[in-house]
């Protein structure tokens, strides 16, 4: 088959099976998108924006004008294709161009074929592949700085590409003065351009880190490993063909242990994470698959796996029949939360989403009134345990952000979070109850309360700021 005619269909692939999620929005791609909905209203991310994930994972959606539904997933199938174009790159410069089109359907198929909130959404562990492909592409062609400028984007994306800059001096090591000046260019430049990133993304992000929800992270970190390697056995057979066979193995060997190392930082072990390991992995299969007859009816047998698992549920998902699953409960909930918030909004009308919801920011593409995109920086308690858990984090931080919020009049709360944890609902905060005098109960979902400013007293010669 001709390069462009398989590189086309492979894109016609990646396109159909986003386009099945176009009904449904992520939490992972709603936060970048919120903050580009504010961003397009003149606000300055950070400044303006309270936002802890690095600027460019919310700057590109800005693309497409932060539209979800059609535009989303259409930018999505584009962005990963680009992905799976730098690994055809990649594989044909190392081998020949039959190992460049087996690797850029491998990766295109673990990027479809997967757990949806994982593979689906535009969030910085998939962003991430890209610019990992492209460093230790350059790297391997000896182009130690455009390297380094390469992991330094990548860092702009995702923290994790710490790990990427670790990969590329496998082959840069000789030249690592030049590979860092690379890698601090482009990062240089975004602390100087933006106000409170560090504290928002870097000091943020080591505390949470370093405070896992798993009980047991290590054993919980094998067993998810393990899983994970056994639905990816396509990938892990061929890469085992090829390595063994190969007299760089070693470098190999490296790539892939910085990236379990990346999976396993902050000891939480989500799926996403092990988006690290698909770029050598992928690679390395693409080899054994075209070297060896016996790997590929074994690769080929493999990769029915994920589509026994996940197929089906592209086609129902494209059919509408999807009112009963568990995990787009919550965003059906935002919708609906939305609907609310939107019949009744006025031009000019504000929104703080207590919770972690900000899908409902893209259902509304409301302005915030507040710096605050979700509760965790105002209650303390992170997104990946507060359904359950009670415990600040960073209590002192949020009670200072809580003052903050005291000094603002958003027109809408809706409250995402007190329904399912009563212990953090916005009622239970004694310092925002004068505050939230103000408002009156408007309407309920399953899951959401939504309030609005109430009318004042007959007589007040104050003008309602709404």
């Not at 549920?313 to 965003?331: C, E, F, H, K, P």
Request: some cysteine; proline content about 6%.
């Amino acid at each position: 088959m001709r390069p462009k005619i398989a590189l086309a269909a492979l894109f016609l692939f990646l396109l159909a099976g986003r386009l099945c999620h176009t009904r449904v929005v992520w939490v992972e791609e709603s936060y970048p998108a919120a903050a580009a909905i504010q961003m397009m209203g003149g606000k300055a991310l950070y400044r303006d924006v309270w936002f802890d994930k690095p600027p460019l994972s919310s700057m590109v959606y800005l693309l497409w004008g932060a539209r979800i539904g059609i535009p989303l997933r259409v930018a999505g199938a584009a962005l990963v294709f680009l992905s799976c174009w730098l690994a055809f790159l990649f594989a044909r410069a190392m081998w020949t161009e039959r190992e460049g089109l087996v690797a850029a359907w491998l990766l295109g198929w673990f990027l479809t074929f997967g757990i949806p909130a994982a593979v689906i959404p535009l969030a910085p562990d998939l962003l991430l592949v890209g610019p990992q492909l492209a460093a230790v592409y350059l790297a391997w062609r000896g182009r130690a700085f455009w390297s380094g400028v390469a992991a330094g984007i990548g860092l702009l994306v995702n923290s994790k590409a710490l790990f990427v800059l670790a990969m590329c001096a496998l082959w840069q090591w000789r030249a690592l003065p030049m590979l860092a000046a690379g890698f601090l260019l482009p990062n240089l430049l975004a602390c100087a351009s933006f106000q409170d990133y560090w504290r928002q993304v870097w000091e943020w992000g080591f505390a949470y880190s370093r405070d896992s929800f798993l009980e047991h992270p290590f054993t919980a970190g094998a067993a998810r490993t393990w899983n994970w390697a056994g639905f990816h056995a396509a990938l892990i057979v061929g890469a085992f063909a090829a390595l063994r066979k190969s007299p760089d193995r070693w470098r190999w060997l490296c790539w892939i242990a910085i990236a379990l190392a990346g999976v396993a930082a902050g000891s939480r072990f989500f799926p996403r994470y092990y988006f690290l390991l698909l770029p050598p992995l992928t690679l390395a299969a693409a080899r054994g698959f075209v070297q060896t007859k016996w790997v590929r009816f074994v690769v080929l047998a493999l990769l029915l796996v994920p589509v026994a698992r996940f197929g089906p549920r592209y086609v129902l998902l494209a059919a509408g029949a999807d009112s009963n699953w568990s995990d787009l409960a919550l965003n059906r909930d935002s919708a609906a939360a939305a609907k609310i918030v939107s019949a009744n909004a006025r031009p000019g009308d504000t929104l703080l989403v207590w919770g972690y919801r900000p899908d409902i920011f893209a259902y509304t593409r409301m302005p915030a009134g507040s710096r605050f995109l979700d509760s965790q920086p105002l209650t303390g308690v992170i997104a990946d345990r507060h359904l359950t858990s009670s415990r600040p984090s960073f209590p002192e931080l949020a009670a200072r952000n809580r003052l903050e919020l005291t000094g603002t009049r958003p027109a809408f709360i809706v409250d995402g979070l007190g329904p399912m944890n009563p212990q953090l609902a916005i009622t239970n905060y004694p310092d925002l109850r004068t505050w939230l005098g103000a408002y009156r109960e408007t309407g309920r979902t399953a899951d959401s309360v939504i309030y609005s400013l109430a009318p004042f007293p007959a007589g007040n010669t104050l003008v309602q700021k709404r």
